[in-house]
């Protein structure tokens, strides 16, 4: 299994080591200003600099991320559920959720701030409809994927309605929840960088503004950085979250070969 995990693991480390080393080396040779594009050691040491400043953005950011996407995953599952279970209103309310999906956040941002003020209200409401979506969908997915002899055989034995969604359709749609939370893990955290870019004072888009007002290109190459390294973070705890609750799930035949070696 060790194996296996280096073999997945050690191409795009070679590759992020070898493009951090180039951009630096072509600082360098090129004699590039640090206000055009900043070599990766200034950006670290910026980092290391401001660290209090930056990590308490960032910490901001985080708690309205995850705030944001329990409020959009448990309001997700919810009406995935409703909708499964009441096929007239799923068919009557599936084309407004759709539309609705449909609207930029450019504009649906502003419309939510002269509505709910500029505190944490209308961030929180933006990224629940914004998270909302991939995860009910996913799921609404999921739970018309299951096996009909299955179904058929609960049926026999008198299951009822909610022992069926209980006992075969809920555990069938687990891969389908946990795919819909990675895509909305993704949405999450550029969504929090709008909703600060709108108004607040405080989080790391709020930090970004600052920095890029005041040109300070090296600060804003490190926003950059921790925002990315922010999405990566959550996608992973997703991803291994995968990995624990859907178990069962066949992994790929280079997969089981690697742990055979």
Known sequence: MGNNVWRRVWPPAVSF??????WQLSCSIFKIDPW???????????????????????????????SGLALGVATGIAVAVVLHLMPLVRSAVSPFIIA?????????GPLLMIWFGF??????????????FPVAWSMLAGLGRTEPH????????????????????????????VSGLKIAVTYSVSTAMWAEWLGADKGIGYYLIIKFKGYDITAVFGAVICIVTLSLALYGLAAL?????????PRSRAGRAGDAK
Not at 39 to 61: F, G, M, N, Q, Y
Not at 119 to 132: A, D, E, N, Y
């Open 17 to 22: 080591v070898a493009f951090v080393a180039l």
């Open 100 to 108: 609705f999906q449909n609207v930029p956040i450019i504009a649906l």
């Open 241 to 249: 979250l995968e990995r624990r609750i859907v178990y069962w799930r």
């Open 119 to 132: 505190g944490l209200t209308p961030k929180l409401i933006l990224l629940t409809l914004v998270c909302f």
């Open 150 to 177: 299955l179904r058929e055989y609960l049926e026999m034995i008198g299951s009822t309605k909610w022992d069926i969604l209980r006992r075969l359709e809920l555990p069938a749609s687990l891969p389908f929840l």
């Open 36 to 66: 055009i594009l900043p070599s990766p050691a200034k950006i670290a040491v910026h980092l290391a600099e401001d660290a209090p400043a930056w990590s308490r953005h960032l910490a901001a950011t985080l708690r309205l991320v995850l």
